[in-house]
């Protein structure tokens, strides 16, 4: 059996290189995918890509719950890897294996019921289309079943702290897709469906490989004839309230969306989606550092480890942080003239909705790590019912500025004071979760925001020397990025912290002479 447990020098080792790997994945997956959609749009058309797109819309809604299964997955397994033995981890991830088959079932057959009757009757297809959508549907269907199937191993592999493998599959997945997307440059049967065959056996040889690589590495993954009726509950419990929390997130998030195009309409909307897209990838930079730390929250609280546990969220509080403060000072500073660089046409008002919506997501990142905490000890209920009518309550207060005739970047300084209100509401259920008081990671907190307030002020003055152009926009990059690395390295990161990176990179050097 593999030997899962680990010391705490141990464990900041195995962070540091999990991080590199997942950031590894997340570059490639990016550059990789960017390229692939843009290859794919062309191979298929706009019609063709467009109705693959409505078609797997169709199939996500049954498949909505596999985020809250996930990390309902994660979760029960890295607290058993710790506390538990083989045969008790061994009956967890099979119980897991079996939750997933009934939600399979389930989503099977919802997609063949509902589904396929909305597919017929209700979505506006070309006729002359409607048997390849058909075809598609179905095997969009199966890639899902599919992938739900293999949400167990996946948790596995990162409760086990195994980022390589979870960033080579990931990588051998989307390289398998970019050549699929070549594939229909080649004259051939139907495009459409094609490219729907390709995909499903695409996901049908990353289930067998994650299969192989979990047999051969973990024996508690070997399936046993099992069933708990008090885990199925926990297990259940766990993924309905984390299912709560995602779908009034999407609900919020959408409900931004239908209030600013009620009183201000569509160009609106546009400049607010341009905006999302900055922050969506942004952010992915500080949630990949959080996957490859959340499973030891999770074994160190189930270890009763507290103390660990407080230095694990205080260090992700720090890294998040200084992760989207270093890559989002340079890019908001410069906003307008990095919008003019990249949008032929630039939606008005983008700029002031990407600063105030990026602002939001770094405290988004920060509060993250403090709902790990509430995931740790299985109180998503408590938290669930604290936090969601805060972020609820944000709607009717928007709806309510643009009505008495505010701007409409109101709206988004509303969602702004929310997440920072939920930010701090987080930290204190999580400090009464741990019974402990978080003074460092409070005293970090403050920090930050103390930062954003300053450097708000700095940056608001750089902009009165330099321009839009392109050389300005370089040489106030580059300023920018200079001042928020030495900021970090002396402000935000302790001295034990920044001797360990100039430890580590001096080492790399040597080791490379």
Known sequence: MEEFATSKNTGNKKIAKNVVFLYVRLFVLLIVGLYTSRIILDGLGVVDFGLYG????????????????????????????????????RKVFSMTLNIHLIIAVIVLLLSETVGLWYLNNKMVIPEERMYAASIVYQLSCASAILSLLVVPYRALIIAAERMNAFAYLSIVEVFAKLAVAFSLYF??????????????IIQAGINILYLVYCR??????????????????????FSGWSTCSYVSGSVVNQGYNLILNLFCGPVVNAARSMAYQVQTKVLEFATNFQIALNPQIFKNYAAEDIRRVEELVEMSLKVS????????????????????????????????????????AIFAAMSNPLGVVAEAANMLKKYNLITIPIFVLALPVSYACLYFGLPPYSVFIVALLT?????????FIARSILNNPLQHAGIVIWKCLATLALFMVIGYGLTLFFDSSFLSVAICGFICLTLSVVWVAYMIISREERQAVYNKIRSILVRNK
């Open 54 to 89: 409505v078609v797997g819309s169709l199939v996500f809604i049954f498949t909505f719950v596999s985020g809250a299964l996930a990390s309902s997955a994660s979760r029960f397994i890295a607290v058993e890897i710790e506390v538990g033995s083989q045969e008790s981890q």
């Open 187 to 200: 004259e051939g049967p139907d495009k459409l469906i094609l490219y729907g065959i390709m995909l499903f």
């Open 216 to 237: 051969r590495s973990f024996i508690i993954s070997k399936f046993c004839k099992v069933w708990d009726k008090l885990l199925f509950k926990d297990m259940i419990a």
């Open 321 to 360: 942080f200084s992760l989207m403060f270093i890559m989002l000072f340079p890019i908001l500073v410069n906003i307008k003239g990095i919008l003019s660089i990249w949008l032929v046409e630039v939606p008005q008002d983008t700029d002031i909705f990407v600063v105030i919506i990026c602002l939001t």
């Open 419 to 427: 997440e920072l209100i939920g930010m701090w509401t987080k930290f």
